[in-house]
């Protein structure tokens, strides 16, 4: 009888488990755009988005979406040392799914990364103050440096190259606040037409998912090129099963266990489901 009992409140307890594990990998936020009724200038500076700013929950972030009949406008802050370096070294991507899920559909990747830094530039862990990399001097010269922008989708394989201020629309910055924030800023097309190419393919009032992404340091790839040395490998490309692509959810500044991994910080992943405005708001 008692193990009965005992097989009854496992088989309960493993089944509750079960569900709050899928509920939290499920859990996607929910909010509506604001309607843009100001100039927005891709730079780098949140100084047009005050008032417009959410913080999800949980998350050292903070976002901003508008919309106008035309186009998307999208900010993302941080304030995480982690993260920021991951966004520097490692490559930050966007991603679009206009059904309003959590599918890779569009992605734009800015900045796409900087290949060939070590593993110990990622996170601050061990380091002094001193030693620490001025964060405003690195961004400004990752800004100089990195002026392409890489497309992705909305085939599996297709990744296409544009300037980080394209004519065909698409506009994306990064900027490093007064306040010690990486600020990420970026203008898209909502429809697709011969003049804009590259669109997220949505129109207003529609309700579309949007991801951003942290890429990660792919250790397989590291042991191939240096025949099982551990020297330490470049930012990869981060989604869609590309090398170095990460997959699952990821908190800003969570640490790896065991080994050479545990001083790295885990991978930023969110998603946002989002509904268009349809005009002007009070």
């Known amino acids: 009888m008692i193990n009965r009992l005992l097989t009854v409140y496992l088989q309960l307890f493993v089944g509750i488990a079960f569900l709050l594990l899928f509920a939290a990998g499920c859990r996607t936020d929910a909010f509506t755009s604001y309607w843009r009724d100001s100039y927005i200038t891709i730079d780098g500076d949140q100084s047009d988005w005050q008032g417009r700013l959410w913080v999800p929950e949980s998350e050292n972030i903070a976002i901003g979406i508008m919309n106008d009949e035309s186009n998307l406008y999208l900010t993302l802050s941080s304030s995480d040392r982690n993260t920021i370096m991951q966004v520097m070294r490692l490559g930050f991507t966007v991603w679009f799914d206009p059904k309003g899920g959590k599918k890779e559909v569009f992605g734009i990747k800015y900045p796409v990364g900087m290949a060939g830094v070590g593993m110990r530039t990622i996170g601050d862990r061990g380091r002094s103050r001193d030693q620490m990399p001025d964060l405003h001097e690195e961004i400004q ?47 898209i097309p909502l429809e697709r037409t011969s003049d804009s190419p590259h669109a997220i393919d949505t129109s207003p009032g529609a309700t579309i998912g949007i991801g951003f992404e942290t890429g990660k340091i792919d250790f397989a790839a590291m042991r191939r090129s240096r025949g099982g040395n551990s020297g330490m490998p470049g930012g990869m490309p981060g989604g869609r099963g590309r090398p170095g692509g990460m997959r699952g959810g990821g908190r800003p500044g969570g640490m790896r266990g065991g080994g050479m991994r545990g001083a790295m910080p885990e991978p930023f992943k969110y998603w946002a489901r989002v509904t268009l405005a349809t005009g002007s708001q009070s």
């Open 141 to 187: 010269s990752l800004k100089e440096s990195q002026i392409w922008a890489e497309i992705l989708g909305p085939e599996k394989d297709d990744i296409a190259r544009i300037p980080v201020m394209d004519s065909s629309g698409i506009q994306v910055g990064i900027g490093y606040s007064a306040y010690g924030h990486l600020v990420y800023e970026l203008t």
